[in-house]
């Protein structure tokens, strides 16, 4: 069974994907950090079921971004020597999975009981959801160019994917951020497969120098 379940660990990369997408599909277009307090209390109550299971997603997208997080850092760990930078990649995860358990707490707490909230909570509250992103960007920064870095030094995974990961963590950092956002969701599900697949063909700890130089 824990065989079992360290081959399939890598595909939390698929799930999380998945999970953030639909959880920002759902959400809607929420009140900006302007609105007034009675907004914000008049929208979060008119769309109380749907922010309810957006909250929900994205603490589940918390954990499985740290699931996901730590198969990386195993797989890379076993193909690379550059430890501290899978340490710092890993780091990344947990910072990245701590902003998003943070944007679901908020949610959660901004549809909780809105009846009785004060006007100038319930603004305070909007206004952290709307702007506290930046902890999420942090954490994505760091995994993406740390796990980059690892893959173009290492040919863990294919180069070319390495210097894509760079170039995503660059941009996560700039004012297209939300893009960049965007495009992990797409790579985690990537690397989450292209793990998985690899797993599966040879143990872990086994590439050879050549094989690694092969991916590229």
Avoid: C
Avoid at 49 to 65: E, H, I, P, R, S
Avoid at 104 to 114: E, K, Q, R, V, Y
Avoid at 133 to 140: M, S, W
């Amino acid at each position: 069974m824990s065989t079992f379940l360290r081959r399939i660990t890598p595909l939390a990369g698929v799930a999380l994907g998945v999970l953030i997408l639909v959880a920002f599909l759902l959400s809607g277009n929420s009140p900006s950090s302007s609105a007034t307090g009675q907004h914000v209390i008049d929208w979060y109550t008119k769309h109380h079921d749907a922010q309810v299971a957006t909250a929900f997603l994205l603490a589940y997208a918390g954990l499985l971004a740290l699931i996901f997080g730590a198969s990386l850092r195993s797989y890379l760990r076993a193909r690379s020597d550059s430890t501290a930078a899978i340490d710092v990649g890993f780091a990344g995860f947990v910072v990245f999975a701590t902003g998003v358990a943070i944007f679901g707490g908020l949610g959660f707490a901004l549809t909780d009981h809105t009846s009785k909230y004060e006007t100038a909570a319930a603004q305070a509250l909007n206004i952290l959801d709307d702007d506290l992103f930046v902890t999420i960007l942090v954490g994505l920064a760091a995994l993406l160019l740390a796990s980059g870095f690892v893959i173009v030094v290492s040919g863990a995974l294919p180069k070319w994917l390495g210097w894509v990961t760079l170039v995503i963590g660059v941009v996560v950092m700039t004012p297209i951020g939300f893009f960049g956002l965007l495009a992990f969701l797409a790579w985690s599900a990537v690397v989450g497969v292209w793990v998985f697949i690899r797993e599966g063909k040879q143990p872990s700890g086994s590439a050879t120098g050549s094989e690694q130089a092969s991916a590229a």
